[in-house]
Each structure stands twice: as C-alpha cells, then as structure tokens.
C-alpha cells in the first residue's frame, strides 16, 4: 500500500517530465518595420492609411516545449508613428480644391502624426527548428502606448472657400489635439523564423493592433463616441541568445 502511495505521488511528475521539455532560453536583440495605421472615430472620418516607422528593443524568454509546440515570452519597447491621414472628396468622390485654385493642383489634405512609445507583452507559441533551421509562429497578447508627441500636416484653411462642398462635415479632429495619453489594447501577430546556433535568429513577422483606449473623450458630452487606434505592422527581427539551454536533443 505504502509503494502504491509513493508511485501515485510521483505519477504526475513523469508525466510532466515526459510531456513538458523545459527551456531556459533568453535572447535579445532589435527590430524595426513599417506600420498602416487608422483611427476608427464615431461620427465617421473618411480615411486613407497612414503610413509610419517603428522599432526598437526586442527580449524573448523561451521557458518549454510542450508537444511540439515551443512556448516563450516576447516583450519589446519600441518607437512608433501612428495618426490617421484623411481622404477629403465631395459627394462625387472627387478632391476638393479651394475657389482661387483654378488649375485644381492642390487638392486638400489632412494628416496628423502621433508618436507613441509602445510595449507589447506576447505569449508566443512556435513550431519547427529551434536552433537551425525554420520555425513558424504565432504571438498575441496586450500592448501599452505612451504619447510622445503629434504633428499636423495639411493645406487647409479655416473659413476658405471651396469649389465643391467636402462629402464628411466631421471636421471637429483637425483642430483637437490628442486627449488620452496612455494607449492600451491587443497586438498579435504570426510569421517566421531562422535560426543558426553561429549566428542567431532572423524574423519576418505580420502583425495586427487593435486599440482599447481613444485618443479622445467618449463621455456623452464628448464629441466622439470613439477614436481607438487599428495597426497593420510588418517588421522584421533580429535576436541572439544570452542564456541557452544545455541539450544535444534540441534541434
């Protein structure tokens, strides 16, 4: 009875064992890459992609392999250019231009910048190589943005006449600034990666932001009901190991 006791206790533990491969792999190194980004507002706001720049510090914990799965932890800190970029036509779908604009060269346009220090936490689940070879993968987890700072790039005047009427009247964003400093919402992401044990880790990711938080209020007496941020990011990775494993099995 007493050995039926011991052997119950120590049965979770080899199935653990034999389940769960641990890792104590750390890497660091940097990234960098191209974001798309619009801010959803309600009223509407017609609206092309603004296009900006992002990269910055990037650390992964590697702690099991479970199955076939690899299981890690991925935190960066990263500098990005965020905004919105409006498309101003009138009901023809047509630019609109000012009235002394007789040779309709300068249409209208609205841009505003907003710089952001983001720090997305993912958990990250790869399948493949780990240490030569490819290996696939697919990240998710919250993200956190603190406001830098904003800039506006347009040619419109207040109180100038225009050829044709502009087919939005939602107007009010161009001449507010940024309300909510702090950012928060969802990032994830999938794409692959190669690995040599000489030379480290090179990673080619796509990845997608949905923002909690507004850049403004959204209270009743508040003109917007929201204003949140949605990125596409494509960016590309460099990592080298700082701690790995001791194991002549991982591949």
Not at 36 to 59: A, C, E, H, R, Y
Not at 77 to 84: D, K, R, S
Not at 135 to 157: C, H, L, R
Not at 168 to 181: C, I, L, R, Y
């Amino acid at each position: 009875m007493r050995k039926l006791l011991i052997l119950l206790m120590l049965a979770p533990l080899a199935l653990k064992a034999q389940v769960g491969e641990y890792r104590t792999d750390f890497a660091v190194g940097v990234n960098g890459g191209y974001m798309m980004n619009k801010i959803s507002f309600q009223p509407d706001v017609p609206q092309n992609m603004m296009g900006g720049l992002t990269g910055g510090l990037s650390l992964r914990y590697t702690c099991e392999k479970y199955f076939k799965s690899i299981c890690a932890i991925v935190a960066e800190v990263n500098y990005a250019q965020m905004g919105w970029k409006e498309n101003i036509e009138d009901i023809s779908n047509q630019p609109v231009y000012y009235v002394d604009d007789t040779e309709k060269q300068n249409p209208l346009y609205y841009e505003r910048r907003i710089n952001y220090i983001q720090i997305p936490v993912m958990a990250r689940l790869g399948w493949g190589r780990e240490r030569r070879g490819f290996q696939a993968f697919f990240q998710i987890g919250p993200q956190v943005g603190i406001y830098m700072n904003e800039s506006t790039n347009t040619n419109i005047v207040p109180g100038h006449g225009t050829q044709t009427a502009r087919s939005s009247v939602v107007v009010a964003q161009e001449t507010m600034p940024v309300e909510k400093k702090f950012d928060y919402g969802i990032a994830g992401g999938a794409g692959i990666e190669f690995s040599h044990p000489k030379v480290g880790h090179f990673l080619l990711e796509g990845r997608y932001y949905f923002g909690l938080g507004n850049i403004y209020g959204n209270t009743k007496q508040d003109y917007f009901g929201k204003s949140n941020h949605g990125t596409i990011v494509i960016k590309m990775s460099y990592l080298f190991d700082i701690v790995r494993t001791k194991n002549d099995k991982i591949k």
